[in-house]
């Protein structure tokens, strides 16, 4: 039987070699968890158990496998020593998930601290709007290999709306456009389709808008989606390889 180990850490980067300077693939947020197949004294060689992504995170103190109660449903939610609003231990970003163990006032304990009730849902929620809160993620910046609120890209974004809802999704653009199935024509695209092009992504508002995390912009941004389409087809030589409806 795989063993896995949870990571307890707020945002940890996932690199392609056993180097700080190699590539940032992915990363992992609080409460994923990991099997480890490789192990030296800086580095750990892990698979990622949500999605099966690998490569290498620093070896450190990491928890043992903890099943999720309860998952962070705002952009970055405030932990505290204690059942208050007063010093302020960290912060955990959007999807991250925790075991609660105890509960006082308006308040969850888990291990790392105290965080509000009303910042997190219990696991088996789901949204019937997948991508309901998505512009919650509006203004964050671009970052290759990003997954949370300090930075995301664009495929990630899609990835952490349907992993909080309890779905599997590949962690890279070309790996999702194969992964779902339905194809829609532009003509008939309406809120919550995907858009892909070779290497990007973007999510549907409405059938006029998208938002998406989009490097030239260095952040994620509302746009046109006529607009995008032309902006992306003249900048980077790229036209529409897919539209998917899920």
């Not at 056993?18 to 490789?38: H, R």
């Not at 620093?58 to 099943?67: H, I, Q, R």
Request: with cysteine.
């Amino acid at each position: 039987m795989t063993k896995y180990l949870t990571n307890n850490f707020s945002v940890i980067n996932l690199h392609i070699k056993p180097s700080s300077k190699s590539e940032v693939v992915t990363q992992m947020i609080y409460g994923d968890s990991f099997s480890i197949s490789k192990k030296t004294k800086k580095w750990l060689k892990i698979k990622i158990k949500e999605d099966g992504y690998k490569g290498y995170v620093l070896n450190k103190n990491f928890s043992n496998f903890l099943k999720p109660t309860h998952k962070i449903n705002v952009l970055k939610a405030k932990i505290y020593n204690f059942p208050n609003n007063q010093k302020k231990k960290t912060e955990l970003s959007f999807g991250s998930k925790i075991k609660v163990t105890d509960n006082k006032y308006k308040f969850f304990k888990f291990s790392k601290g105290w965080i509000s009730k009303s910042n997190v849902k219990p696991i088996s929620y789901k949204e019937k709007n997948l991508f309901r809160k998505i512009s919650i993620f509006k203004n964050i910046r671009y970052k290759w290999g990003g997954k949370s609120f300090k930075g995301i890209d664009c495929s990630a974004l899609i990835q952490i709306f349907m992993n909080f809802n309890n779905k599997f999704c590949p962690r890279d653009a070309k790996d999702q456009v194969r992964y779902f199935k339905k194809n829609v024509k532009l003509k008939n695209i309406k809120k919550n389709n995907i858009i892909y092009w070779k290497g990007h992504v973007a999510v549907a508002l409405s059938n006029k808008k998208l938002i998406h995390s989009y490097g030239p912009m260095k952040k994620t941004v509302v746009m046109g989606i006529h607009q995008t389409i032309k902006r992306i087809e003249k900048t980077a030589k790229l036209k529409v390889i897919g539209i998917k409806r899920l």
